[in-house]
């Protein structure tokens, strides 16, 4: 096959495939570089403390203040005794119904006792028991 004069050799092809693969590498290298946020930001840390303790202390009392400010509450002057929660209401309900249940069981269960007590006593009245 004959050489055309634009064309190159295969040695000089391979070496610039591998200086292109070279310059690719660098290349990608920088990129990741770049892109590593928490190492730039460990970094900047190390290299200049004093900014961002004064940043990390701003931050926290910017978040103490938030979170800790006082709520403004408002009263009826009406005095309605209407509640906001009706889960907390319906919460102290339940709980009072299960201490009465607990107080009023061994009331329920006597006289339960007792009334099967007295129909068993009494026995069938006819043949089928009606």
Same mark, same amino acid.
């Not at 107080?103 to 068993?120: A, H, I, S, T, W």
């Given at each position: 096959?004959?050489?055309?004069?634009?064309?190159?050799?295969? *040695?000089?092809?391979?070496?610039?495939? %591998?200086?292109?693969?070279?310059?690719?590498?660098?290349? !990608?290298?920088? &990129?990741?570089?770049?892109? %590593?946020?928490?190492?730039?930001?460990?970094?900047?840390?190390?290299? @200049?403390?004093?900014?961002?303790?004064?940043?990390?202390? $701003?931050?926290?009392? !910017? &978040?103490?203040?938030? &979170?800790?400010?006082?709520?403004?509450?408002? &009263? %009826?002057?009406?005095? =309605?005794?209407?509640?906001?929660?009706?889960?907390? @209401? *319906?919460?102290?309900?339940? =709980?009072?119904?299960?201490? *009465? $249940?607990?107080?009023?069981?061994?009331?329920?269960?006597?006289?339960? @006792?007792?009334?099967?007590?007295?129909?068993? =006593?009494?026995?069938?009245? =006819?043949?089928?028991?009606?």
């Amino acid at each position: 096959m004959a050489k055309r004069p634009g064309n190159k050799s295969d *040695a000089e092809l391979k070496s610039q495939i %591998d200086r292109s693969r070279e310059d690719l590498a660098l290349r !990608l290298e920088r &990129v990741r570089e770049e892109a %590593d946020l928490p190492r730039k930001i460990r970094r900047s840390v190390r290299q @200049e403390p004093v900014p961002w303790i004064i940043g990390a202390i $701003a931050v926290g009392l !910017l &978040v103490t203040a938030v &979170v800790t400010r006082k709520k403004k509450v408002y &009263v %009826d002057a009406k005095g =309605g005794t209407k509640s906001k929660h009706p889960l907390l @209401e *319906a919460g102290f309900v339940l =709980g009072a119904l299960r201490i *009465a $249940a607990g107080l009023l069981k061994p009331v329920v269960m006597n006289f339960v @006792e007792k009334k099967f007590r007295d129909q068993m =006593g009494r026995g069938r009245s =006819g043949p089928k028991g009606f």
